[in-house]
């Protein structure tokens, strides 16, 4: 793909207040700078983006999607509500859905299906469990997360944005060298071309505890395209420099 993709993940954090303060702060900084930012916001901001960054170089997109399109699922929030805020990208398939609410791999892969019927790029979440990475099962567990959704999506697969988030890695600190996380990037890329025509199209976003101090180094990888955000987004300071590390 041209140029770097940084995508903030807010989770369930933000103020109407706070998020104006931070949401200013990010666009008046992304003057003069060359790589592409989001911001992934709890759906019930998504108005207040939209009016906030309306015209402005910064996306935004929402943290999950439905995998219906309408119906009776209180609670729930279609692909094509999300798109009338004028949402960009959708998270689907993030380590703490998996965890927390059973998202299986045909699940996911249904929310991507129908983020992308809706004009939404989806960020397809994968990575492996500490235990998992311990065993050895690194290599299998991601290409297993990846292939449900190039099976589902078939034709459609350039259009999306994959993240490799390592479980181990998110909120503990720790952060898996730019050299093992290279290593994931090369191997998902390799399965990406042999899916798709088009695999330069894919951003593949590094979504492991990327922060100020460590962008630098894994930004310089060969497959790493961008990074998935989560805390460092949450400060203009921090979130600008890793954009800023993107755009040299």
Known sequence: ??????????????????????????????????????????????????????????????QDVSTHDQGAYTGELSAAMLREFGVRFAIVGHSERRQY??????????????????????????????????????????KRQLAAVIHTNGHCISEIVVA???????????????????????????????ATAHPERIALLYGGSMNAANAASLLSQNDIDGGLIGGASLKSADFLSIVAAASH
């Open 101 to 142: 609410h059973g998202e299986t791999d045909a699940v996911v892969a249904t929310k991507a299906q129908r983020a992308l019927a809706a004009g939404i790029t989806p960020i397809v979440c994968v990575g492996e469990t500490l235990a998992e990475r311990e065993a050895g099962q690194t290599e299998e567990v991601v």
């Open 1 to 62: 793909m041209s140029g770097k993709l940084i995508v903030g993940n807010w989770k369930m954090n933000g103020s109407l207040s706070a998020n104006q303060d931070l949401v200013r702060a990010v666009i008046a900084g992304l003057s003069g700078t060359s790589c592409k930012a989001a911001v992934c916001v709890p759906a019930i901001y998504l108005p207040q983006l939209q009016q906030l960054a309306g015209g402005s170089p910064l996306l935004w997109g929402a």
């Open 164 to 194: 490799y988030e390592p479980v181990w890695a998110i909120g503990t600190g720790k952060t898996a060298s730019p050299e093992q996380a290279q290593q994931v990037h090369a191997l998902l890329r390799a399965q990406l071309k042999a």
